[in-house]
């Protein structure tokens, strides 16, 4: 986090801006607060919002979104993979106009198996969603107040957030750059974290999972046909005996697991309108510095 301060800072100085740094702890075991809480004696324009428990990248990234008052609005991890000296670039594509600048990885210098994940997955959400998501593009972006307004306005308690700036328009731009890899410490996301942000992705933004379920039924349904139909004709026809338990054990096997499959589509979208019916807030904070 201090390297990362001090890139900021430097930016800081550089481009004379008149800044605020949200810094959002996520209910981190270690001493992270402390150390903002540090930083923030030190650097005046430093804010600190620590949450009560971990709630989850995106809704950090909601809660810092919900502070902040500037006119341009940066969304930037503290791993330095996505470097603050981008920053200026990003900006001058608001003052050109646009509403939105949002990088997209041209290279990413991480694992082979990580890179494979995250390719597929990007196509994939693409091919499924709803609405143009851009393909390779990360939260790291710059906004507009009034984009980050109407961002908040989607009360979501799972939300995407590369989805959400997708969904509200205006006029946005993609800025390719070369990821660099994590400057320091393990990463956070962890398996579990990345399959929610993917599974929040998808079924926040498309409608295919649970519309493919309806092709499986009627394609079973087919298969089921021809195939009664098919042993009809070798009885009556042929006088071959109809095959007993193998062929009964598969066919229960096969089409009692895609049963289960469906279900458990159907239960991702209804645990998540379960969610959003309870009303409960998205985020309790514990306590914040210079806020």
């Given at each position: ?13 550089n481009?004379n ?8 702890e996520?209910?981190?075991?270690d001493?992270?607060f402390?150390?903002?809480e540090e930083?923030?004696?030190?650097y ?6 620590k949450l ?12 810092g979104?919900?502070?902040c ?6 969304i930037?991890?503290?791993?330095l993979?996505?470097?603050p ?5 990003f900006?001058s594509?608001?003052d050109?106009?646009?509403d939105?600048a ?5 290279k990413?210098?991480?694992?082979f198996?990580?890179r ?5 997955f990007?196509r ?7 609405i143009?998501?851009p ?12 984009v980050?307004a ?10 995407f957030?590369r989805?959400?700036?997708?969904w509200?328009?205006?006029k ?8 660099a890899?994590?400057?320091d410490g393990?990463?956070?996301?962890t398996l ?5 942000i993917a599974?929040?992705g998808i ?6 999972p649970?519309r ?5 039924g ?10 009664s139909?098919?042993?009809v ?11 007993g ?5 598969i ?10 499959i ?9 645990v998540?309108?379960y969610?959003?019916?309870r ?9 914040t510095?210079?806020?």
């Open positions: 986090m201090n390297n990362l301060l001090e890139a900021i800072d430097q930016e800081k100085v481009n801006w008149d800044l605020e740094l949200i810094l959002v996520d209910g981190s075991r001493n992270s402390e150390k903002i930083f923030a004696k030190k005046s324009y430093i804010k600190g919002i009560s428990k971990n709630f989850g990248h995106q809704i950090a990234v909601k809660t979104l919900t502070h008052t500037g006119d341009y609005v940066a930037i991890d503290d791993d993979q996505d470097p000296s981008l920053l200026p670039n900006f594509y608001l050109k106009g646009y939105v949002y990088g997209i990885r041209k990413r210098k991480e694992s198996i990580k494979f994940s995250y390719n597929s990007y994939i959400l693409k091919s499924m969603s709803d143009y998501i393909i390779d593009s990360g939260d790291f972006c710059v906004m507009k107040a009034h980050v109407n961002m908040l306005r989607l009360k979501e308690q799972n939300p957030l989805g959400i700036r997708a509200v328009g205006f946005q731009i993609g800025v390719e750059y070369e990821r890899a994590r400057f393990q990463s956070g996301y579990k974290k990345l399959l929610k599974m929040d079924f926040s933004f498309s409608t295919a649970i493919l379920i309806t092709i499986l009627i394609l079973g349904f087919g298969f089921a046909t021809v195939y139909l098919l042993l004709f070798e009885y009556f026809y042929n006088g071959i005996a109809v095959a338990f193998a062929t009964l054990a066919t229960i096997s096969f089409f009692g697991s895609l049963i289960l469906c279900l458990g589509v159907i239960g991702e979208y209804i998540r309108i969610d959003e019916v009303s409960r807030p998205y985020v309790v904070i514990e306590k510095v210079n806020v």
